[in-house]
């Protein structure tokens, strides 16, 4: 039986984020992600504004445990914490974005 196109896009993902992936720890596991560039804001806090970074971590779905992260989880990158603020879950793709900013 042939793979199904879901089961094609994975593996290739699978070999790209081998590839260019940095390692990412969350709940005592280790995975390879794709760490895109930051998306910094402005916050008004007292103070002043003050800029915040928000980053999307790329995590292939069928390597993660079940249940996989949830919001106000940490995620360690590069020996930093970081606390999952939401994540993107779409049905036809076998990736997980999860949304982290420095806690």
Same mark, same amino acid.
């Given at each position: 039986? !042939?793979?199904? &196109?879901? /089961?094609?896009? /994975?593996?290739?993902?699978?070999? %790209? %984020?081998?590839?260019?992936? %940095?390692?990412? $720890?969350?709940?005592?596991? $280790?995975? @390879?992600?794709?760490? =895109?560039? #930051? +998306?910094?804001? *402005? ?7 003050? !800029? ?5 971590? @790329?995590?292939? @779905?069928?390597?993660?445990? /079940?249940?996989? #992260?949830?919001? +106000?989880?940490? *995620? $360690?990158? +590069?020996?930093? $914490?970081? =606390? %999952? @603020?939401?994540?993107?879950? +779409? !049905?036809?793709?076998?990736? *997980?974005? *999860?949304?982290?900013? &420095?806690?």
């Amino acid at each position: 039986m !042939p793979a199904s &196109r879901y /089961d094609e896009l /994975d593996a290739d993902l699978a070999a %790209i %984020i081998e590839e260019v992936g %940095i390692d990412v $720890t969350w709940n005592g596991g $280790t995975y @390879k992600a794709v760490v =895109a560039d #930051p +998306r910094v804001e *402005l916050d008004l806090q007292s103070g002043g504004f003050m !800029p915040e970074a928000d980053f999307q971590v @790329k995590l292939r @779905k069928s390597v993660l445990p /079940d249940p996989g #992260p949830k919001p +106000r989880q940490s *995620l $360690t990158i +590069r020996g930093e $914490t970081f =606390a %999952i @603020k939401g994540l993107t879950d +779409r !049905p036809t793709s076998p990736l *997980l974005v *999860l949304h982290v900013a &420095r806690s």
